[in-house]
Structure formats: C-alpha cells, structure tokens
C-alpha cells in the first residue's frame, strides 16, 4: 500500500467512511431504542447479557469493546432504571456479576421489533448484510492483530 491513499479527500478516506456509517448506524439504533429509554451503548450490554447471562462486569467488557471505566456508569443508569442487576459471587465474594432483569426479558421482543421497523425503513435489507458483516469481522480482526 503507499502512501498516496492520504492524499484522498476527507470523504474519500476508510476511517471517515467507517466513522460516519457507524454514527448514522447508532443514531438509527439511538431512535428505535428511544421509546425504551435505554442508550445505543446500553443496548450492547443487554445484547451481550441476553447472549448470557449472569457475567463478570469484566466480561461484558470484553464482548462489549467497552473499557469498565465506560462500563461502570451504564450498568449503574441500568440498574437504576430496572435493566440490570448485580449480584455478589456465591464462591468470589470479591466478584460482581451482572443479570438482566425480568424486565429486559419481557421488552426483548418489543425492542427488537422496534429495532427492525427502523432498519426496514432504512432499506439496509438491499445490502449485503452478511458480507458485509463478514468484512468488518475480518478488518476488526486485522486491526487487532496489529494493535496488540
């Protein structure tokens, strides 16, 4: 690869493409997700704890990407409002795990169809979802390799 890919214009360069496709994808997320009163980044740990449940904070912060300096506030606004709750270890008193509550169970339906209306509407069925989701895995992939 050389170096004449910076000579690009701003809208011509990957990292805004990705930049920008991902903030309109969480505002999309973001408005669909409004009416539950919970956040893009909340919605990740709900996706992460309906994967499985009751999980070291640690854990979340691993599917999630997320840092538990970022991590602690969501849980605490999501605890606060009935998504989450915590609980001590039974055998590592040291321990917190997360659990989703009864009422993230029931509104999983509810905001998963809310989630689809948004995207039906944004015509992203015409894309290649699954290509493309296989792509970023493998530049994610790639990124990290390099970044660790």
Same mark, same amino acid.
Request: no cysteine; glycine share 8%.
């Given at each position: 690869m050389d170096d004449s890919i910076f000579d690009r214009r701003l809208e011509d360069q990957l990292c805004f493409r990705l930049y920008r496709a991902s903030?309109?994808?969480g505002k999309l997320y973001s408005q669909a997700l409004q009416p539950f009163g919970i956040t893009f980044s909340?919605?990740?740990?709900?996706?992460?704890?309906?994967?499985? $449940?009751?999980?070291?904070? *640690? $854990?979340?912060?691993?599917? *999630?990407g997320m840092g538990i300096g970022t991590l602690n506030p969501i849980l605490k606004r999501m605890t606060e409002h009935g998504w989450v709750e915590k609980k001590t270890h039974d055998t590592d008193k040291r321990a917190t795990l997360v659990f989703v509550t009864e009422q993230a169970t029931n509104e999983k339906p509810a905001i998963n169809l809310s989630i689809l209306k948004q995207l039906e509407g944004f015509q992203l069925m015409e894309l290649d979802i699954i290509g493309l989701m296989d792509q970023l895995e493998t530049l994610q992939q790639q990124l990290k390799k390099v970044n660790d």
């Open positions: 903030s309109e994808l909340q919605y990740l740990v709900l996706l992460a704890l309906w994967d499985k $449940d009751g999980v070291a904070v *640690t $854990d979340i912060g691993s599917r *999630t």
